[in-house]
């Protein structure tokens, strides 16, 4: 059973920038696709970006030029990283994994607030 383990979450003003990770239990080469989802409180679950296997990469319309999703295999681990944070960013963030089954973790909670 594959697991993933978000962190990296935490509280921090606007404007600032936090690097979230996603550690898999196998190596983040064997997935077609890894991305990042957010669930801010009371809405639904919203694709953030994401990274294939060949290494394109592709970004929700509000994170392009914020947020930088980037892979290390050789540590089983896909970061996201964020600049210029903004209290709409405030949510659960999720980590995807996917090979033919999709794969999630609990998630991690990323706060924006002064």
């Known amino acids: 059973q594959v697991q993933l383990v978000e962190s990296g979450g935490g509280l921090v003003q606007p404007g600032g920038s936090l690097r979230l990770s996603c550690a898999a239990s196998?190596?983040?080469?064997?997935?077609?696709?890894i991305g990042w989802y957010r669930q801010a409180p009371g809405k639904q679950r919203e694709w953030v970006a994401d990274?294939?296997?060949?290494?394109?990469?592709n970004y929700a319309d509000s994170m392009k030029g914020r947020f930088t999703i980037s892979r290390d295999n050789a540590a089983n681990t896909v970061y996201l990283q964020m600049v210029s944070l903004k209290p709409e960013d405030t949510g659960v963030y999720y980590c995807n994994a996917f090979n033919l089954v999709n794969y999630w973790g609990k998630g991690t909670l990323v706060t924006v607030s002064s």
């Open positions: 990274i294939y296997k060949d290494g394109m990469t």
């Open positions: 196998e190596s983040t080469d064997s997935f077609r696709r």
